[in-house]
């Protein structure tokens, strides 16, 4: 029998190198704009992992592919830094803003659908978003939903019902326990969203 290929790798110092190309912006061959902020970014980083950038940047019939840059009017520079950290690191650190809540929040949750356009991995089930970890525990759980349900857009029923689910699921502790005194503020604050975790806390 023939030998089973090995899966080529890329070596790891190419790996490591990666992220260093975002704060350094050396060989960058696309310029991302937003918010009086601007990025100088790699092809090769964005349209591999997110078909937004491979539609911007391929064919001559996009203006964006025409002359290397992507303006993003409708988007907060927070979430569009944040999903670069992303892309470049596959994590980012979570910063809470002076006013208590973040548009960017978790990496493995970013409530503005903007945000999930530019990553395909930002689409995730919601046994992903609690695999391993206890991020629900998190004030950016309690910020993402704040956040989904008065920012995000009234459409987004997946997102929705992702942190719905994981709201219930973990409900008791997150309605009883001190780490859960932010959701409760969202939950008394947010009453939409009040009205379905204890809803669906009954189902389960």
């Keep these: 029998m023939p030998p089973t290929p090995i899966p080529a790798q890329a070596p790891a110092p190419v ?20 918010d ?3 990025w100088q970014v790699h092809k090769f980083v964005l349209c591999t992992q997110s078909s937004f950038f491979t539609k911007a940047c391929e064919g001559d019939t996009w203006e964006e592919a025409k ?3 992507v303006t993003l009017p409708d988007d907060h520079s927070e979430a569009v830094d944040a999903v670069l950290q ?6 980012y650190q979570y ?22 356009r530019f990553c395909d991995r930002l689409v995730q089930r919601p046994s ?14 309690a910020d993402a939903i704040r956040e989904l349900y008065l920012n995000a857009a009234d459409t987004d029923r997946q997102m929705h019902q992702a942190v719905v689910h994981v709201s219930a699921q973990y409900a008791k502790g997150l309605l009883t326990s001190s780490y859960g005194t932010d959701f409760r503020r969202v939950v008394d604050d947010v009453k939409t969203f009040g009205t379905e975790i204890h809803m669906a806390a009954l189902l389960l």
């Excluded at 350094?24 to 991302?32: N, T």
């Excluded at 809470?96 to 999930?116: E, L, N």
């Design 15 to 34: 790996i490591s190198s990666i992220p260093s190309l975002l704060t350094s912006g050396k060989w960058s061959d696309l310029l991302l704009e937003c």
């Design 36 to 38: 009086n902020h601007s």
């Design 67 to 69: 002359n290397s840059k």
């Design 86 to 91: 992303y892309l470049y690191t596959s994590s």
């Design 95 to 116: 910063k809470r803003s002076k006013t208590g809540t973040d548009r960017t929040v978790a990496p493995f949750f970013w409530t503005s659908s903007s945000s999930q």
């Design 128 to 141: 992903q978003m609690t695999e391993g970890t206890q991020l629900w525990k998190t004030p950016a759980f």
